[in-house]
């Protein structure tokens, strides 16, 4: 059994402030050290769990924060899309206006081709303007879902929309380009039924050329003639007269008074969506159809990215404030703590002196020796 020490009643009290001052230094140096006045519920608890709720919640919609900023980028890739799409839209219509101004069928073929490479490119593009695999222009299996607050009550949808097949929501489908109607007649065959008096025929398809085939007309004379008449050209190798035409089906024939022109009927001959001004007014209707539709979803996505653009900027501003009350009940003044630092030193420089003051009356007795 151990024997207990006694103690004078003033070095007692001057042990025990010391012990009380030292327990407050590091009290005080812990402060300094995490920056916090309550390091956890022993401190605090009312503070502690209120400032842990707020800080787990301003966590949680930090996280959320990441998923807004790439529904951004996702929203963006979509308008700039889209954008793009409406300026080959544009660059479609102005092909149409450049057929309806033309009175060549070859001419008009040739914009009807270049109007279907730009749809073309279209449905290209519009696989193309995803972002981080979601492309809000691709249709089914793209719609986006932005949630705005950590139990998922808040959020916003936004339905995808289909430009890769412009025949779908854009209503712009491909032309027909069409295709040439070819005939073909001997040189013996065209100079045989040439008399005085004679008229050669040229019919291509509901139009009917009257070309001089008197007597001792040439196959060239005949070329020429063919060659000056809109939308058809002949050639001859010395032998055989090649004809094509993109203005109808050809029929040459002559009117017969003695000799006769063996009728020379050409085949092939496809009609162009764009050989007749109706058919050209259609594509541009379609075509100013198309470009509402985009200029009204280009609306709707700009909308869609104001919204998660303003609700990202929300969130930022109540993280920091989540954070703020959070600190305004957990952070210690480093310029008080600093202060309450040096007193404690102060006090316990003064307890120390004061316990050996106190030491020094219990060593009188030695006096006594």
């Known amino acids: 059994m151990s024997e207990m020490i006694h103690l004078s009643a003033a070095v007692r009290q001057n042990l025990l402030s010391l012990q009380n001052t030292a327990d407050l230094m590091s009290k005080t140096q812990n402060r ?195 060659n000056a008449i809109a939308d058809v050209s002949a050639s001859t190798d010395g032998t055989t007269v090649t004809i094509t035409s993109s203005a109808g089906e050809i029929t040459l024939d002559d009117n017969v008074t003695g000799s006769n022109l063996t009728t020379v009927s050409g085949s092939g001959f496809v009609a162009s969506s764009f050989d007749a001004d109706s058919g050209i007014n259609t594509s541009l209707s379609s075509l100013t159809s198309a470009l509402n539709t985009l200029r009204s979803q280009a609306s709707t996505f700009g909308t869609n990215l104001t919204v998660v653009e303003n609700r990202q900027n929300f969130t930022n501003r109540l993280i920091n404030t989540l954070e703020e009350g959070a600190g305004k009940l957990t952070l210690a003044d480093t310029n008080q703590e600093g202060a309450n630092l040096l007193a404690l030193q102060t006090r316990q420089q003064l307890s120390s002196t004061s316990l050996s003051f106190a030491s020094q009356a219990d060593q009188n007795v030695l006096r006594l020796f």
Do not use: C, W
């Open 32 to 226: 300094l050290a995490t920056g916090l006045k309550v390091n956890s519920a022993l401190d605090n608890p009312g503070s502690f769990f209120t400032a842990s709720s707020l800080n787990n919640r301003g966590s949680d919609l930090g996280a959320l924060l990441d998923d807004m900023g790439q529904a951004v980028q996702t929203l963006k890739a979509a308008d700039e899309g889209i954008q793009s799409i409406t300026k080959l839209v544009e660059a479609a219509k102005g092909k149409a206006n450049q057929a309806l101004q033309s009175s060549s069928n070859d001419d008009r073929r040739k914009y009807a081709t270049e109007y279907n490479e730009l749809l073309s490119q279209i449905e290209t593009l519009a696989k193309d303007a995803g972002y981080s695999g979601k492309n809000l222009l691709a249709g089914t299996g793209n719609d986006l879902s932005v949630v705005f607050n950590e139990v998922g009550t808040s959020k916003l949808s936004v339905s995808a929309v289909d430009y890769t097949d412009t025949t779908g929501a854009l209503g712009l489908s491909d032309l027909t380009t069409g295709t040439v109607s070819t005939a073909t007649v001997t040189e013996a065959n065209l100079e045989a039924g040439d008399e005085a008096g004679d008229t050669l025929t040229l019919t291509l398809g509901s139009t009917t050329h009257s070309i001089d085939y008197s007597a001792g007309t040439t196959t060239e004379e005949v070329v020429a003639a063919i």
